[in-house]
T-cell receptor, first 114, second 111 residues
Framework: DAGVIQSPRHEVTEMGQEVTLRCKPI?????LFWYRQTMMRGLELLIY????????DSGMPEDRFSAKMPNASFSTLKIQPSEPRDSAVYFC????????????FGSGTQLSVL | QKEVEQNSGPLSVPEGAIASLNCTYS??????FFWYRQYSGKSPELIMF????GDKEDGRFTAQLNKASQYVSLLIRDSQPSDSATYLC???????????FGGGTRVLVKP
């Protein structure tokens, strides 16, 4: 099993540019999560999907952030326009539904907005 | 108040000793709890989960849950330098699918 695959691993961009982060969940996992991690705020849930449908996007900081899951094997998180305060590590994670089911994380995308 | 609270540390432990990590949660609807370990620059990896009151042991790790007092703990026995990492506590509601993480406790095991 390849695990949760995220790309790119690192992204450096300038303020105002559009950033797109990509995620491929583990096959058979029907829940997908996008988290953001910073030193100040820790690991924060941005949005999660069940069966490709967005269930809770209350953690999305503002309208500059959007996420899609067009099919069971692919999701994107887009920031447009990006700002320096968006600099963080963005993790995608997936899990099957059910009690005690494990959440598996991807390797993360280190985003730096200059 | 954050839903899941942890002492940020660092918790400094001599090699071979027991490291004791604590986590408190505010939402009584939280039913299951998870401990993740995160090495610097890496993604979190699951160590243990617990959903019943009491203790659960797995190798050198023991998770403890007390729902009446709303706390979860993790004990690491015979601590090794390789246990040096940040440990994240997370909770999830019974009918929910969303894990809420604490800020993490940094553990440093000194040889």
């Amino acid at each position: 099993d390849a695990g949760v695959i995220q790309s790119p691993r690192h992204e450096v961009t300038e303020m105002g540019q559009e950033v797109t982060l990509r995620c491929k969940p583990i096959s058979g996992h029907n829940s997908l999560f996008w988290y953001r991690q910073t030193m100040m705020r820790g690991l924060e849930l941005l949005i999660y999907f069940n069966n490709n449908v967005p269930i809770d996007d209350s953690g999305m900081p503002e309208d500059r952030f959007s996420a899609k899951m067009p099919n069971a094997s692919f999701s994107t998180l887009k920031i447009q326009p990006s700002e320096p305060r968006d600099s963080a590590v963005y993790f995608c994670a997936s899990r099957p539904t059910g009690k005690g089911k494990k959440l598996f994380f991807g390797s993360g995308t280190q985003l730096s907005v200059l | 108040q954050k839903e899941v609270e942890q002492n940020s540390g660092p918790l400094s432990v001599p090699e071979g000793a027991i490291a004791s990590l604590n986590c408190t949660y505010s939402d009584r609807g939280s039913q299951s709890f998870f401990w993740y370990r995160q090495y610097s620059g890496k993604s979190p990896e699951l160590i243990m989960f617990i959903y019943s009151n009491g203790d659960k042991e797995d190798g050198r790790f023991t998770a403890q849950l007390n729902k009446a007092s709303q706390y979860v703990s993790l004990l690491i026995r015979d601590s090794q330098p390789s246990d040096s990492a940040t440990y994240l506590c997370a909770g999830i509601k019974a009918a929910g699918n969303k894990l809420t993480f604490g800020g993490g406790t940094r553990v440093l095991v000194k040889p």
